[in-house]
């Protein structure tokens, strides 16, 4: 039985498959400067060092999305994997042309592997899934991404505004485990999802620190301590982690008299940064569709919360341009609204009553059990 049988279910995956399509096309055509070929056509080029590894993973993730929806809406795993094979080599023939892009056969094949892999998992699991359980998935793969193990251990110093964060993320984990759950007893749970920060050291373009240490354990005491028998509602947590968003962008409150540029090419920053730019965007989507989530957790204003929280960024962006050390740019307000068309299309659009009630319904009360 297909779960996304309701047709404006079916409109709003859609809607969803075109934004990450765009994206796609987008990061693998910028900076847009055509010319005459530069490079071969599909030609093959392969190292095996690790960033061929690296390129591989981001490749196959890159599509995996893709054929998930792309089988959601249409229900065909024949269509699911010719649509990543058409636009990867639209796109693979166009950076031929596209001065700093290698056109790759590799790259090609490594895409409809991921769209082929996206589709076959939606053919397997079930294709509901909810807000709660997307926030969980979502962590645990911007911790994580892109999978692959590195020799070399990566760890950084204490932050404030880092832990503010960090504290921030795990209590809108610990939300969505105990709305997914259905208890407000999580906090074993949370400690095993907790591993993933000393496992960061070991990953490669991941790195853990001792804010997010602090922000972890401030969260897991919290939860014990003043959470389990007195559970809080999701909007009760958004006021913090929109506090921990303010934090993040200002503190430490250094400004200079003299602004720098602010960036309003979406994404130029990320493009044209290191390679760890998959991670951040991870990282900055979990942080902004976790406060999305907090604010309106059955997405039924979800479209105006989005508008208010994009513009909250984009004037911290804007404020930025006054704080040594940042890049302000408008790709955060966009990765906002990127949030928000992923809640929406994991609505359900039986609405009314049911949708209306279902944080009342699913929300846990407290346990007398002293399983924590």
């Known amino acids: 039985m297909d779960d996304f049988a309701d047709p404006i279910e079916r409109r709003r995956l859609s809607h969803l498959l075109i934004v990450v399509l765009l994206l796609i096309v987008y990061g693998s055509l910028y900076p847009f400067s055509f010319a005459s070929r530069h490079s071969a056509i599909l030609a093959w080029s392969w190292d095996g060092g690790v960033a061929a590894m690296r390129d591989a993973i981001i490749n196959l993730a890159l599509y995996f999305p893709v054929g998930y929806l792309l089988f959601h809406t249409r229900r065909s795993l024949a269509v699911a994997t010719f649509v990543p094979l058409a636009v990867s080599g639209g796109v693979e023939f166009l950076q031929a042309f596209d001065h700093g892009r290698v056109s790759s056969l590799p790259d090609l094949l490594l895409n409809v592997s991921g769209g082929a892999a996206g589709a076959w998992t939606a053919s397997r699991v079930p294709s509901r899934i909810s807000a709660p359980f997307?926030?969980?998935?979502?962590?645990?793969?911007?911790?994580?991404?892109?999978?692959?193990?590195?020799g070399h251990l990566h760890a950084s110093t204490f932050q404030l505004d880092q832990a503010l964060v960090a504290t921030a993320d795990w209590l809108a984990v610990r939300c969505a485990l105990s709305v997914f759950l259905q208890r407000t007893a999580v906090t074993r749970e949370l400690g095993l999802l907790m591993l993933i920060v000393p496992a960061r050291m070991f990953l490669l373009d991941?790195?853990?620190?001792?804010?997010?240490?602090?922000?972890?354990?401030?969260?897991?005491s919290i939860g014990y301590v003043g959470l389990t028998r007195t559970p809080w509602r999701p909007q009760q947590f958004a006021p913090f982690m929109l506090l921990a968003i303010i934090g993040r962008e200002l503190l430490p409150l250094h400004f200079i008299s003299t602004p720098q540029a602010f960036h309003w090419i979406p994404f130029q920053t990320l493009l044209e940064g290191p390679q760890t730019a998959a991670v951040v965007?991870?990282?900055?989507?979990?942080?902004?569709?976790s406060s999305l989530w907090l604010l309106d957790p059955d997405a039924q204003r979800i479209g105006r919360f989005a508008v208010v929280v994009a513009g909250l960024v984009g004037i911290l962006e804007w404020v930025q341009?006054?704080?040594?050390?940042?890049?302000?740019?408008?790709?955060?307000?966009?990765?906002?609204?990127?949030?928000?068309?992923?809640?929406?299309?994991v609505r359900p659009s039986a609405a009314g009553a049911v949708v209306g009630q279902a944080t009342k319904q699913r929300w846990p009360v407290p346990q007398n059990s002293v399983t924590s």
């Open 321 to 345: 341009c006054y704080l040594p050390g940042r890049t302000p740019d408008i790709s955060d307000s966009i990765i906002v609204l990127i949030g928000a068309c992923a809640l929406s299309a």
């Open 206 to 220: 991941q790195q853990t620190s001792l804010s997010e240490f602090a922000g972890a354990l401030v969260a897991l």
């Open 281 to 289: 965007f991870l990282g900055k989507l979990l942080l902004y569709t």
């Open 134 to 150: 997307a926030i969980i998935v979502l962590a645990i793969v911007a911790r994580t991404f892109p999978f692959f193990p590195s």
